[in-house]
């Protein structure tokens, strides 16, 4: 298997105001990085109970979303050694990751134009954040 066992191979986020339940928001991500190819099979998950806490969440919420992922296919659960990326191939369409791309983006600009930044400021700010991201090798997934 793949990935060490006390780094997760996703960086999870979840967006409180988003409507969308949590445990949607944890599969949504896992899809999204199948999709594009940030995590391969086998890659293994964290812990039910290490993610509960990394998010401050009830260990049931991951659970679900576990359990979800694993009657879709998406992961395979092995007693007592871990959740892992399972064999079924995910694809997101374009207008698909134009949607969930919006929506952050959407968030994103309210927040900051609340606080008086101008789009100019944001774009500069995004273009200058991904030169950083790209001359250090990136993020760890």
Known sequence: MTTNASQSPIIFSLDPKSGVPYYKQIISQVEMA???????????LPTVRSLA????????TVARAYSEMEI??????????????????????????????????????????????????????IKELGSDTVSRGGTSI
């Open 34 to 44: 199948i999709a594009d190819g940030r995590v391969d099979k086998g890659t293994r």
């Open 72 to 125: 879709r296919e998406l992961v395979v659960t092995q007693q007592g050694s871990g959740t892992f990326i399972g064999e079924k191939q995910v694809t997101i369409d374009a207008i698909e990751r134009e949607r969930i791309l919006t929506n952050l983006t959407r968030v994103y600009i309210s927040k900051a134009t609340s606080y008086g930044f101008t789009l100019d400021e944001l774009a500069a700010y």
């Open 53 to 60: 806490v990394e998010l401050s969440i009830n260990p049931n």
